[in-house]
DNA sequence: CATATGACGTGGG
DNA sequence: CCCCACGCCATAT
């Protein structure tokens, strides 16, 4: 049997470049409901093999303190795969939420205006 | 066994 | 947008 640990890790390698998901996207995509604090725990494990850049919180927000080497760092991997980053936070259409929206409702829905 | 801690999340003021 | 409280879970002390 595969461990949570392995199961985490495989759905982080899984993400897409250029797309992030927050810790609880994760958590439930490995079959973990409500462990986003354990994912945080494994990729804090993990040794850098995994694309953890792409795990944000559920607001979109950067995980580490705002000016921490670790939230710089991450916020540069993001840019570098063209996710736009502005005060330690994704912009809102690339957002872990925007991708459950648009299943729902489509890429032609309003929008906030 | 009781507390404290954190790369979390949600709800309410 | 800010702040706070509470829930949740694995580890550490």
Redesign the pocket.
């Known amino acids: 049997m595969s461990s ?1 640990v392995q199961r985490i890790s495989a759905v982080v390698a899984a993400i897409p470049p250029g797309q992030v998901r ?4 994760v958590a439930l995509a490995a079959g ?1 409901p ?8 494994v ?2 494990g ?1 040794n850098g093999s995994l694309p ?2 792409r ?5 979109g927000r950067i ?3 705002a000016g921490s080497a ?1 939230a710089t760092e ?1 916020a540069q991997r993001l840019r570098a795969e063209g996710v736009q980053v502005t005060a330690g936070r994704v912009s809102k259409a690339q957002r ?1 939420a925007a991708w459950f929206d648009q299943l729902l409702w489509g890429s032609d829905h309003p929008g906030p205006v």
């Open positions: 949570a927050s810790y609880a996207q973990l409500g462990r986003a604090r354990q994912v945080a725990r990729l804090a993990s953890w850049h795990v944000l919180r559920a607001d995980a580490f303190a670790q991450q872990p």
